[in-house]
């Protein structure tokens, strides 16, 4: 079955048998603005939760994308090099960003379900 | 990601304020004033590329105006001693950019300057330097001129290629004029100072009115075809583009008009002449040059390279910094300037960026990016 977790920093991570689906949601989507670059990490690279796993640019600035979970890249979402503005149109979907293989299901416990995530934006 | 925005009582509000809230825009915090930076359903990119197909208009009400008058004698002669541009020359209805310089040459704004009349000058300074400007012009110039600051007067931009179709219908004399050149003209009973000038490389105009008409007009504006409420975000990608420099990012009081490339604002008579602030290492520089120079850089491949970001030559020396970069929505690639030592200020130099730990590699390019399309 697939969960769906999400970070303070806005990104939503999609996990089915110990692989996390990473992007950032639809909300940090539309607070960037158009987004006309992203940098993805390389596969096989391995990040810490809370880590630096690539960079979203709009016109305007750049924000750092921080990896939700721990854990090994095991694929990345060229798509978005060739077109970056998937974020915006498809945040959630199409624009993913890279899966992990996720390292330690502990960490789990302390991102968010959809509910307290929404919750949370709602108070921002 | 920044928090959503809340309405923050220590900023000024410009009297579009509420109009900019009511069209749905993303308002920040600017040059103390609470500012619209894009609008729901648009967004950079679109408001960009709108501006250059069809017309933006911008609330540029934050900015100073003032009017510079002296009795019986032409100010223009006060304010050549504090900037280099011919103010003297201007004939009624012309308009100049120039700059307002400190003792050593250093740039404390940029502005504009237009004539009224043989005792008049209206000018129109950056927010963010306004008081500052202010003070300065009535302590080095105040004994001989009189400086007044029109606070309550709004300030809007029309821009892009169908700007004049619009403007038109309200004063049918912008047919006649040409890029920086200014009238008054009443609408509606209400005085307004319309120049055809303007902050993007597009065709345009901006607009003086009194501020308690502002909205009423803005209102009236954005009914027309083809006009569309532009946000300080593309304003900034548009002036880029363009070439243009941004106070405080690109021009500095430590920078002199040699150094920022602005050569031309400073015209053969002043030159021959002197006699303004900072005459003397800024005719020095003219004549043997200065160590590092504004240019354009375009970054190879798709990343944006931003401000502050360091450049370094293919020998690996660093050369330069990035003082404005982004991503040019009309280029449709990443734009910047920024200063490099004067050896490498060729168009066409190989440099590169050192952006998050990876070397990238990016050009010196000729400006402006995007051609300016004036009417001359």
Known sequence: ?124 | MEPAQKNDPELHKTPLWALHVSLGARMVPFAGYDMPVQYDGMGVLKEHIHTRTAAGLFDVSHMGQAVLSAENADPARALEKIVPGDIAGLKPGQMRYTLLLNDDGGIIDDLMVTRWDGNTLFLVVNAACKDKDFAYIRKAIGGETKLEYLADRALLALQGPKAEDVLKVFFPAVTDMVFMTAIKAEYKGHECFVSRSGYTGEDGFEISVPENFAEDFAKELLAQEGVKAIGLGARDSLRLEAGLCLYGHDLDDETTPVEAALKWTVPKRRREEGGFAGAEKILKQFKEGTSRLRVGIKPEGRAPIRENTELFAEDGAKVGVITSGGFGPTFDAPVAMGYVDAAHAKAGTKLHALLRGTKRPCEVAAMPFVPQSYKK
């Open chain 1, 1 to 124: 079955m697939t969960k769906v977790l999400f970070s303070d920093d806005h990104e939503y991570v999609k996990i089915e048998d110990g692989i996390g689906t990473v992007g950032i949601t639809d909300y940090a989507q539309k607070a960037l603005g158009d987004v006309v670059y992203v940098e993805l990490p390389k596969v096989g690279d391995s990040v810490e939760k809370g880590g630096q796993a690539g960079v979203v640019e709009s016109v305007k600035s750049a924000s750092e994308i921080y990896s939700p979970v721990t854990g090994e890249i095991v694929e990345i979402n060229e798509a978005l090099t060739d077109d970056p503005a998937l974020v915006n149109s498809d945040p959630q979907g199409a624009a993913w960003f890279y899966k992990i293989k996720i390292a330690n299901d502990d960490e789990l416990g302390s991102l968010k379900d959809e509910g307290a995530y929404n919750d949370y934006i709602a108070g921002l």
